[in-house]
C-alpha cells in the first residue's frame, strides 16, 4: 500500500497562484509515476499533470504554460506549482501514484482549489 498526503489546496483570486504538495510512504518503489488529477462538480476526474521516476512530465492542454509539476525522489514528493489560475480551475485536486511494475493505482483524500472571480 502506498498512502499519500496532500496540502497545499485552498482560495485564491483569478490570476493568482497556489502550490499543492503530495508526499508518499508505504510501499514507494524506484520506478512509479506521480502527478495529480482534479474533478470539478458534476464533471469527470481528469489528468492534470504527471511526472515520472525518470523525469519525464506530461500535462494537460488546459494546464500548459501555466502549471509546473517537480519531484523530490528524496522526499517521495510532487509538487504541482499552478500559475494564473482561472475560474475553471477550481476543483478537488487528488494526488496520484501508480507503481508502473504492479499496475497498481492510490489516491490521496483530494485537496480543494477554489478560483475566485
Known amino acids: 500500500q502506498v498512502q499519500l498526503v496532500e496540502s497545499g489546496g485552498g482560495l485564491v483570486q483569478a490570476g493568482g497562484s497556489l502550490r499543492l504538495s503530495c508526499v508518499a510512504s508505504g510501499s514507494i518503489v524506484s520506478v512509479y509515476i506521480m502527478g495529480w488529477y482534479r474533478q470539478a462538480p458534476g464533471k469527470q476526474r481528469e489528468a492534470v499533470a504527471t511526472i515520472t521516476s525518470g523525469g519525464r512530465t506530461n500535462y494537460a492542454e488546459s494546464a500548459e504554460g501555466r502549471f509546473t509539476i517537480s519531484r523530490d525522489n528524496a522526499k517521495n514528493a510532487v509538487s504541482l506549482q499552478m500559475n494564473s489560475l482561472k475560474v475553471e480551475d477550481t476543483a478537488v485536486y487528488y494526488c496520484?501514484?501508480?507503481?508502473?511494475?504492479?499496475?497498481?493505482?492510490?489516491w490521496g483524500q483530494g485537496t480543494q482549489v477554489t478560483v475566485s472571480a
Open positions: 496520484y501514484y501508480r507503481r508502473v511494475v504492479a499496475r497498481s493505482d492510490y
